[in-house]
């Protein structure tokens, strides 16, 4: 069955430093990408996405993510962070023959100090 | 702009009990996605609608059941509530995608259900 793993559950950064969270899924065929933030007590918005063409996607609030077909991974980057930025982040994908529902990885608990 | 709105936004029941979450999603949005995130967990899908007919059926339990309108406003019945059952419960919605698989889902804010 397809799935979606992050392999960092908590992270904990100063501001200013680089982040760069994990995203692989497991699925040969074609796939959607997508970053979505959940900040404390909210909906989940969505970072970037990416469905095809250029594999280096940029999304809201400095966030980019590069698509890597033959890691089958989609890293999520940020070249400084905020402490606006303490938020959970997930990946998800949507893949072929599987409508359009998203299929969303265990989440990445990020925390920013000042 | 108009999102999609979830109503109610928190919500207290009882075992046994039964619950409707209902979800109005973006003007021209025709397929609506229901997901439940439990406790410090992923969000996990349930339930889509396009057109009014069910489209995709997830991990929902058979206590559940769900419906689009002709307004394609769509509703999720919750009968003999379990402690278990407390959750957050997302509605998304998504522009027509007929079979491309190429659109973008917009979240509600959700409803927090918490069964005591």
């Known amino acids: 069955a397809q799935s979606v793993s992050q392999h960092n559950h908590h992270v904990i950064l100063s501001e200013a430093a680089s982040l760069e969270l994990g995203c692989n899924y497991s699925?040969?065929?074609?796939?959607?990408l997508f970053w979505y933030v959940q900040y404390p007590g909210q909906h989940l918005q969505l970072l970037l996405k990416?469905?095809?063409?250029?594999?280096l996607v940029k999304g809201i609030k400095g966030f980019e993510a590069e698509f890597i077909k033959s890691k089958f991974s989609f890293n999520l980057r940020k070249p400084s962070v905020q402490w606006s930025d303490t938020a959970e982040y997930f990946c998800?994908?949507?893949?072929?023959?599987?409508?359009?529902?998203?299929?969303f990885g265990t989440g990445t608990q990020l925390k920013v100090e000042l | 702009a108009a999102g999609v709105i979830q109503s109610p936004r928190h919500l207290i029941k009882e075992k046994r009990e039964t619950a409707t979450l209902k979800c109005y999603p973006i003007?021209?949005?025709?397929?609506v996605y229901w997901y439940q995130q439990g406790p410090g967990q992923d969000p996990q899908f349930l339930i889509s609608?396009?057109?009014?007919?069910?489209?995709d059926k997830g991990s929902i339990p058979d206590r559940f059941s769900a419906q689009q309108f002709s307004d394609y406003h769509s509703e999720l019945n919750m009968s003999s509530l379990e402690l278990g059952d407390s959750a957050l419960y997302f509605c998304?919605?998504?522009?027509?995608?007929?079979?491309?698989?190429?659109?973008?889902?917009?979240f509600g804010q959700g409803t927090r259900l918490t069964v005591v």
């Open positions: 003007p021209r949005h025709d397929t």
């Open positions: 699925y040969g065929g074609t796939v959607n």
């Open positions: 998304a919605s998504s522009l027509p995608t007929g079979n491309v698989m190429n659109t973008e889902a917009f």
């Open positions: 998800a994908v949507t893949f072929t023959g599987g409508g359009n529902k998203l299929t």
């Open positions: 609608f396009y057109e009014k007919m069910q489209s």
């Open positions: 990416y469905f095809s063409g250029d594999p």
